[in-house]
């Protein structure tokens, strides 16, 4: 063979364009508008709960590759998605260790110790959560109330700052002051004690739906804007990031049969509306289990993944020892994808039986 | 029309590659000087090689005949004009590997004699399917469209199933390229012509001549070349690589698909490109074999893009040369389309009876990017024709999963190159599916000789167990036989001596 002077390769020579780095990046933009709805809603903490989560996590990217002797993975920008969408599942008061040990956890045990970007079988914010949903329960559960940055609880940056770097040791009266239960985690401690869907949703705890949907209600930071999340998600599939068959199928898989029970029993279990916009439903929907490394690469085994996440959050949620089920599903079904994907190989071209 | 449907079917998949065609779209057919020597490989078909019957130093006219095959499957060679045979040699081809093939070195004599024996048909839009056949075989017609596959066989009417329709693909769905394009435009009337003996050949009654939309000026040209033929149709469609696949343009028209492992004549239907429609028509009415071809050079590192009609074995530098040579920073130099063709390594390559188009490509044209993990993104899923699963098929290749590599149906691929266009990982799937392709025929193969080893010897040791079993049959034969004689002569012995005993006994 004789050495040529132009650049030979294999066909195809020519690129639609598209790259691991822009596939991500699209996915922070389209977090960003709740992000930063958590920030207004939960005040200057919340950002640094954030901003210490994606360092967290993209400095363990870089350790690794070094440690490894590899070139850096870090432009790819999947572990700045993963600090994001933990932080996003975290609370907005927690404290920077816990940040420090769930971006950790992400990267280098829910990542890079399988090989890295596309050969890890969990979702590594996922992982993470669950990880330290178990490890650290009382810190994971501490939810505060909304304190938006324009009303007169408001603290100031420093305060904010104040609250990350100290906690959880020196501010014991703050986080008291400020930590309630969640939604779901009020309704599952209220029923449980006896009341009605009803006494346990309304009155004294003033659930409501618009609040919810506008993010300002408890829960994890980017969790909670129930209209921001689904724009978001509406904006990767005009832009074909993402397709419909998972976050669809994982909203319908949890509501449906959340409906059912309604209807049967609409004074132990609650509305499908209150599945819909509390808890991490949306979020996980469209940012968590689409996720392309850890689910299914065939439409039919994307429907059966969404399906089954939506109704492991709702059994979770109803029956199982947490009040929020969405971490635990999608991590649950994570595991099937290998069996999923080998069950729903489409048939190719010419194989289909047809009339000749 | 039995079969051709009212709408047109979207095949699975598909993408839209930049087309670039403007560059060489409004350039007329122009032909080139007679280059100084002429390199014919004698293989540029799908099929056995040809056989040199020419010697160095021999004279030859234009059209004779140089290269003669020496089985069905193969598409006789021919000089592309006149002039003196300098040799049998091994000469750089346009082959992926950058390896050397047989060429027969001509030199053109600047004479361009046509080979007084070459007569067409005397009725050729009378004759009988066979005739033609013989005339397209003669002149060493192959489809043009990219199969390279000897079109006397496709032209062959199947047993059973009748064809009732033939597709005249004029798609053109590669980038850049505009060959096909400009033959409608140019040569209409031939490429009618061409369609009116290969439906009498193949005897099929309607003839579809499918343009995507891109091309209004070669529609225009085919609709006026159709009028008064009431078994044709223009049929437009709409943009998308790869329609001019033979079995994506079936599926398009009919909604059938070709069954895997089947011939396209299967439904009903066959697909014959518009330039060797034109190859027939020169074949069949003046006997003239397949001696040029129409090569779109373009790409932007090429001074004046231009759509050329070549003498075959013209090296690749004098079509570059014609078109006022390269503009620096050409990275890539491509023989046919970006999407499938293939990499040129020197510009001394012919051009052959496969060339569509060569084309010089500058960085921002091609892909250079390292290749990443596979993501599972399923873009490759969601654009293949095939609907296969190019991931899965990449990870088991690049695994040397061989034995898992036919569940995932890699040898259904047709490597149009659609799944590595929207990769975002820049991950070659081709290449690792070629690789795995001939992993499994190697594999195939090698189990093949593993088991005629293993009949073979079985047959050896049963031979040898037959033999041995004979061998003791024959001597216990024997064996008995001299016991039955040993017996009879005992016998008789003591009959001569007992019988006076008896006779005593008796007595
Ligand atoms: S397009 Fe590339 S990255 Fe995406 S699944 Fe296919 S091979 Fe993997
Ligand atoms: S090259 Fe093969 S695997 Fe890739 S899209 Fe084309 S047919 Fe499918």
Redesign the pocket.
């Known amino acids: 063979m004789t050495k040529s002077s132009f650049k030979i390769s294999s066909s195809p020579f020519v690129h639609g364009g598209l790259s691991?780095p822009e596939v991500m990046k699209s996915v922070i933009w389209a977090l960003l508008p709740a992000a930063a709805m958590g920030v207004m809603v939960f005040g200057w903490s919340a950002l640094f709960v954030m901003l210490i989560t994606v360092a967290a996590c993209v400095v363990s990217e870089r350790l690794f590759n070094i440690i490894r002797g590899r070139p850096s993975t870090v432009g790819d920008q999947s572990a700045a998605l993963t600090g994001l969408l933990l932080a996003m599942s975290m609370p907005p008061n927690s404290p920077w260790w816990l940040c420090l040990v769930g971006g950790f956890f992400a990267i280098v045990l829910g990542k890079q110790l399988y090989g890295g970007l596309?050969y890890n079988m969990f979702n590594p914010a996922m992982i993470a959560r669950v990880f330290l949903l178990i490890s650290f329960p009382v810190q994971m559960t501490s939810w505060p109330a909304p304190t938006p940055l324009t009303g007169d609880h408001a603290l100031t940056l420093s305060q904010g700052l104040a609250m990350i770097i100290s906690a959880p040791f020196n501010t014991p009266e703050l986080l008291d002051a400020l930590s309630t239960a969640t939604p779901l985690g009020q309704f599952r401690t209220e029923t449980g004690m006896g009341k009605t869907v009803r006494e346990a949703l309304g009155g004294a705890f003033g659930f409501d739906i618009l609040a919810a949907m506008g993010g300002m209600i408890k829960g994890s930071l980017g969790e909670t804007s129930a209209v921001l999340l689904t724009l978001g998600g509406i904006y990767l599939l005009r832009k074909r990031v993402i397709s419909w068959h998972i976050p669809m199928t994982m909203i319908l898989g949890c509501i449906v049969p959340a409906a059912i029970f309604w209807l049967i029993d609409n004074s132990t279990y609650p509305d499908p509306l209150f599945h819909l916009v509390t808890g991490g439903l949306i979020i996980g929907a469209f940012f968590m289990a689409t996720d392309?490394v850890t689910s299914p690469?065939t439409p039919k085994g994307q429907i059966i993944f969404g399906l089954g996440c939506g109704l492991l959050t709702f059994l979770i949620r109803t029956w199982g020892g947490y009040p929020e089920g969405v971490s635990f599903a999608i991590v649950i079904m994570n595991a099937t994808v290998p069996l999923i994907d080998q069950y729903t190989r489409p048939l190719t071209y010419g194989k289909k039986k047809q009339t000749l | 029309m039995g079969i051709i449907q009212r709408t047109l079917k979207k095949f699975h998949g598909g993408v839209h590659p930049v087309e670039n065609k403007h560059l060489a779209k409004h350039c007329a057919i122009e032909e080139i000087p007679m280059p100084k020597r002429l390199y014919i490989p004698l293989q540029q078909h799908t099929g056995t090689p040809c056989e040199p019957c020419v010697a160095p130093g021999e004279k030859v006219y234009k059209g004779q005949l140089i290269g003669r095959s020496v089985s069905n499957v193969s598409a006789t060679v021919h000089a592309s004009t006149s002039g003196t045979i300098e040799g049998i040699t091994e000469h750089m081809v346009g082959h992926y590997s950058g390896l050397p093939d047989q060429c027969i070195a001509l030199v053109p004599d600047g004479l361009d004699e046509w080979d007084p024996t070459l007569k067409g048909l005397e009725n050729p839009f009378e004759a009988d399917s066979k005739s033609i056949r013989d005339k397209v075989r003669e002149g060493g017609v192959v489809g043009l469209g990219g199969a390279v596959y000897p079109t006397h066989i496709k032209l062959t009417p199947p047993r059973g199933k009748p064809v009732e329709v033939m597709l005249i693909n004029g798609v053109e769905c590669e980038p850049y390229i505009t060959n096909d394009s400009r033959m409608m435009e140019e040569r209409s009337i031939e490429v009618v012509e061409g369609a009116q003996l290969m439906m009498r050949a193949i005897q099929a009654t309607h003839c579809l001549i499918c343009i995507e939309a891109n091309k209004p000026g070669a529609i225009k040209a085919m609709e006026k070349a159709i009028q008064g033929l009431p078994n044709f149709v223009v049929q437009v469609l709409p943009v998308l690589y790869p329609q001019g696949a033979k079995n994506q343009l079936i599926e398009a028209i009919t909604h059938r698909q070709v069954p895997s492992g089947g011939r396209s004549t299967d439904t009903g239907a066959t697909v014959q490109n518009v330039g060797t429609s034109i190859a027939v028509r020169d074949a069949v009415l003046h006997g003239r074999p397949l001696i040029r071809r129409i090569v779109t050079v373009s790409g932007r590192g090429i001074k004046r893009p231009a759509n050329l009609d070549v003498p075959i074995g013209t090296p690749i530098q004098e079509l570059i040369d014609h078109c006022g040579g390269l503009k620096p920073g050409v990275k890539q130099m491509i023989m046919n389309g970006p999407m499938m063709g293939t990499a040129v390594h020197d510009l001394a390559s012919p051009v052959v009876k496969a060339t569509a188009a060569v084309l010089a490509l500058t960085a921002e044209e091609i892909v250079d990017k390292p290749e990443?993990?596979?993501?599972?993104?399923?873009?490759?899923?969601e654009v293949c024709p095939v609907e296969l699963t190019?991931?899965e098929i990449?990870w088991r290749a690049k695994n040397d999963l061989v034995d898992q590599l036919p569940e995932v149906h890699v040898k259904d691929c047709i490597e149009c190159g659609s799944?590595?266009y929207?990769?975002?990982?820049h991950?070659p799937?081709v290449h690792y599916i070629r690789y795995g392709k001939m992993a499994v025929s190697a594999q195939r193969s090698e189990k093949e000789k593993a088991e005629l080893t293993r009949q073979r010897s079985q047959a050896k040791l049963a031979r040898v167990e037959a033999e041995k079993a004979e061998k003791e049959r024959k001597k216990e034969e024997m064996r008995l036989a001299a016991e039955a004689r040993k017996k009879a002569a005992a016998a008789k012995s003591a009959d001569e001596t007992a019988k006076p005993a008896t006779v005593e006994s008796v007595a």
């Open positions: 691991v596309g392309y690469v | 990443q993990a596979c993501i599972r993104c399923g873009n490759c899923l190019p991931c990449v799944c590595a929207v990769c975002p990982s991950i799937l």
